[in-house]
């Protein structure tokens, strides 16, 4: 992902500097034209702004706050731009962290995969400063299809991520039970797929339904245990904010027998395999 | 939906004989060239098919067994399709019936709302025996946008038909929790229904999303009552062909919940209250 | 069940006509002076009360309402008692049917086993007329060891019933889900459910967490489709009531799982099975 | 609860060093005989074993691992029992930081109310070293009417305690939604409670049914805001052992809309509110 946002920025004339802790994925780029850095510190300074693209809470705190850390490069009235999927807590942390160096924090999750990423078709919710925002929509546009502003708290971006990421594995849990119904209906899947393609028109619908249907969950496009871990931000956030989601309740449960049943480096879409097992039906995997 | 369906085919060109238990709904067709029926044998009396649009089972039984039913009126070789949306059983009981009467039955239930209906742009899902489908097809074609087969059962349309209904109600919910999340997180639910158009693409999340996100539940496009009746299909399926659907008993449980405090009669979009109730927002409604 | 029941209802002094499909059933209390009815008809004519014992609301229909049914041999002024458990809405049928031939009808299902029918030790729930319920107390006192009175009308009676078995179930399904985390944690079952008998000291507890660690749940003393059975008499109530009751949902879902898994005829503590098989631990069972 | 214990322990004839962070509560047992320690590392220095009974993992953290906390004054040999309801988690990190200094850890939870411990009537689960859990079952006869060993490693006691609360929870929920098809039934709640208490058996049972049923949630035993920390505890150990609980997931659903409704301070037997809600009925609460 951070590759091709890298090569976007660049293609869209910005100046960029990179840091990847793997120096060679990094190397990649200078052909493009970016600077390599030695460290998140050195990537910051002098920067307008360090965009951060990380795998998760733990991930985004080593960077930003190590002895190397990118607070600790960044000037005063620059910014960091966490586009990473992170909790609702660390954002507000990063926020709280970088107002003491009055440096400034925004969140900027994407959603896309990394094909999105390579065309630049990624979903921008950016949440924090109005002024801020304003100021670097242009490195939004240059590596998204569209931004969208989700309030004045930077952490409300990453609400609205968590909230999308939900509603994408509720499809692919809806499509495991619908799927179950229709084999032990003795009707194809597949016209089950072609039916709903036509009712809902939706290319995530014919993405997630497609890889239920073709059964092929490995190797994985994305990893059933990080959707573990997406589904684990919803209900995070869900208990910080008190409201029940029983929808998600379910995708956690449905996820952990997944990851039981010996699913964890398979294909989140693999999800379905559960819905099938409870019904009695044969499925791929281990035996 | 049948007086859409039955102008259309008119206009394809199809004699039609219409029945209505009230008369002057039909008669509104006789100036596209309808002829009146004042029974449904009556209407099946020398027609090579019978169709039948109608609320639930035991409409669809009293209108082919009762005396002046549609059994009753017509011949060997000609059909019954059954366009409502019934249990599996019924289809079930339907097609063993009309076999010994040597006529023929079909389920051919639609997706698409009354508008659809007008425009010829329903989805029809058909099944029964092969031929009989194919036969019929310049029917389908006549009525809808596109004909999915489902399979030599007739039933199995109307697991089709059951699943998809689990599909769009699924969507409701998730969007229900997520925009209780997102209301106490202090976000405008139309800037994420804004992302959610822009990640799923689909004119139903469109739909049923603005339907949630506007807030006005009466006057009522599809009752949530109705919407519980084929929750209870789902769930009849889902005992029938013995398939866990846990996604199915949490619609179930918030359509009771829905159901409990006053929303009867509200749209089914309304659905989404429950969600918000659970998480402590003010909600329209009764109080 | 009814075997044990009239058998103390003869040793309590009462003169009692046994009718059973199968003959010889009935002819094994001959010894303890019952005269061998040849029908219900027959077993009612002349009877101050017909007590009911079966399987479910279709057996009770046919019972009550055939040719040679109860409702035909019933003077005007006796009572038709009815210990199934059955649908609130069978109940109220039979009240209504009954009270057309000015007879009474009360619901008066029981809790126990068969040891405890044989053993005197029922739980009586009964519900009717209040007159009537006080007649027959008699009657509950000679195949019960306590009788509670669950209101005027004859279905409060199978609500309570009902409302018992949704507890009961509950308690499985719960020990399920517990010990499939004991098992995980390396943590003796045994143990567990020590602390647990500490901790509640139930008999019932004792009982059912006995048989889901004990493990062999064939042969089986209730098997699970009864349950199931049982279980989908809880969900028709809550939709009648309109109660949403997610635990209910769960146990529905988790009873269709075992019965995809080929655990009809297993006992009903196999349910715990579920739990176990999505936790991904092995199981006994089909292969 | 720290005082009873201590006074038990007292009783039986062992010293007592005692600390509070509250000085006066120490205080309070100086006439039975207590040394006041002004801090844990002086409570634990010259001792065999310091028992810690805290409110959650971050206040044993605080008390163990602080500047003057129980490592720090504990001798090698000497053990830290842990009687707080804390994480599997937490139970290791102490069981491995105790272990680098040569100091015994165990686990040592307790099921029961403050009445219980006054009366010396806890149920201990203890777990560790098989050695040292014999060395100390002195300790734990002092306070508890029963000792169950749950396993050699620490943190199998604790999974066996949030198991137990699991169990509990889960009681008031089916209560909840028990009760709430009674009172839509016209049904007494008393009445359904005698008829559960028959049934059951259970001390517990007559306890929490009498709670949900009485219907004063404030003042509370236990507040809810602290019932869903347990919960909590019980979701965690079901993500790291793998093991879904959807009747646990409920308990969260359920206990973040009680939050959500104004709950937080009311006694936990107030979830039951949750499923009155969701059925229409009319609850006490904020309004």
């Known amino acids: 992902m951070g590759l091709s946002m890298a090569r976007n920025l660049l293609l869209a004339g910005h100046e960029v500097s990179v840091y990847n802790r793997t120096r060679d994925k ?10 390599i850095a030695g460290s998140p510190a050195e990537a910051a300074h002098g920067s307008d702004a360090v965009l951060s693209m990380l795998a998760d809470d733990q991930a985004v705190a080593d960077v930003t706050f190590g002895e190397q850390g990118i607070a600790a490069g960044l000037s005063p009235g620059a910014a960091h731009i966490s586009q990473s999927t992170i909790s609702l807590a660390m954002a507000r942390k990063l926020a709280e962290e970088h107002a003491k160096s009055r440096q400034i924090y925004l969140s900027a999750p994407v959603f896309g995969r990394p094909e999105a990423a390579a065309a630049k078709k990624l979903i921008v919710v950016a949440a924090g400063d109005g002024k801020a925002v304003a100021r ?3 490195v939004f546009e240059a590596i998204g299809r569209q931004t969208f502003v989700a309030g004045e708290e930077a952490w409300q971006a990453n609400a609205v991520k968590v909230g999308g990421n939900f ?9 495991g039970e619908a799927f179950a119904m229709m084999r032990k209906a003795g009707i194809e899947p597949h016209l089950f797929l072609d039916v709903m393609n036509e009712l809902f028109a939706s290319p995530l619908y014919k993405n997630y339904g497609g890889s ?13 245990k990080l959707g573990l871990k997406d589904v684990g931000l919803v209900l995070e956030a869900s208990k910080e904010l008190t409201v029940p989601m ?10 952990l027998s997944a990851m039981a049943n010996g699913q964890a480096e398979m294909d989140l879409s693999s999800l379905a395999l559960v819905a099938a097992r409870n019904a ?3 499925v791929p995997g281990k035996s």
């Open 246 to 255: 029983p929808f998600a309740s379910i995708l956690r449960d449905h996820c």
């Open 26 to 35: 990094a190397e990649a780029l200078k052909g493009d034209g970016a600077r």
């Open 280 to 282: 009695g039906l044969p």
């Open 212 to 224: 239920v249907v073709g059964g092929v969950f490995e190797p994985a496009g994305f990893v059933l």
């Open 136 to 138: 670097f929509q242009p």
């Open 167 to 175: 509603m994408i594995v509720s499809v692919i849990e809806a499509f």
